[in-house]
């Protein structure tokens, strides 16, 4: 009974700790949104599951940045990549169009890396 009790508590323990990245990573893609895109009215329809990737290399942060720079105030607002990102789909509605876009972030949540449109 002990041993089941232990396990729970470590499977809660996981649990919480995913959901409050998830949470920090959808308050870090809406600053974002709002102070680097300058995107203000928008409501959001969906929002992915926080994941993780190694299949993303320099080159293509680079090319997703590039792709980006009309949209995003500098490249000063990216934070430096980490080699596994977490990436975040999200749709949100201005207006009467929906985006659909994929934020990636670094390993530690402490900003965005780049994003691209889907």
């Not at 499977?11 to 959901?19: D, I, K």
């Not at 942060?61 to 990436?87: C, H, I, T, W």
């Amino acid at each position: 009974m002990r041993k089941s009790f232990i396990t729970m508590m470590a499977l809660l323990a996981t649990l919480f700790t995913g959901c409050g990245q998830s949470h920090d990573a959808k308050n870090m893609v809406e600053e974002f949104m709002t102070t680097q895109m300058g995107i203000n009215d928008y409501d959001v329809a969906q929002w992915g599951r926080l994941d993780s990737t190694f299949f993303v290399s320099d080159s293509m942060v680079q090319v997703m940045r590039k792709n980006a720079s009309d949209k995003v105030k500098g490249q000063e607002a990216y934070a430096k990549p980490s080699q596994k990102l977490l990436f975040l789909n999200v749709r949100y509605a201005i207006g009467n169009d929906t985006i659909k876009q994929t934020f990636y972030l670094n390993d530690k949540l402490t900003g965005i890396v780049s994003y691209k449109e889907n």
